[in-house]
């Protein structure tokens, strides 16, 4: 899993980092996030989408191998948050977790959803 930061206020961040910790332990169901954008199979987005982080979400995300599954990941990410006043996703996703910011069970969820999604695609 690959978390790519679309300009927050931080708060998507701190529940993000939650998941690795012994209380939720992602990596226990197999998830885990590499640096490289190459080695993603699933991203988790994050962010409203300022100018300049979408003019580089773009290059990152031709990165990542075809077939991968986009998380976006609490009200920002969903529909543009407070930042934006909430009319439209910065970026398509498959699967939106709501939540400002979400709680990191919510999280877990979008993401073994995700996990299915790519199992099926094999
Ligand atoms: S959804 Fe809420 S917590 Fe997450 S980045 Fe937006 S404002 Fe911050």
């Not at 927050?8 to 998941?19: A, K």
């Amino acid at each position: 899993m690959f978390h790519l930061s679309l300009g927050t206020c931080n708060g998507c961040e701190i529940e993000v980092l939650t998941l690795m910790t012994p209380r939720f332990d992602a990596e226990r169901w197999g998830v885990r996030f590499v640096k490289s954008p190459r080695h993603a199979d699933v991203v988790l987005l994050t962010g409203c989408g300022t100018e300049r982080a979408l003019k580089r979400s773009k290059r990152v995300l031709d990165q990542i191998p075809e077939d991968k599954v986009v998380v976006a990941v609490g009200a920002c990410a969903c529909s543009g948050g407070i930042f934006k006043q909430g009319h439209k996703p910065p970026l398509k996703a498959d699967i939106y977790v709501a939540g400002c910011p979400p709680k990191p069970e919510a999280m877990l969820e979008g993401i073994m959803e995700a996990v299915r999604k790519c199992c099926s695609k094999d």
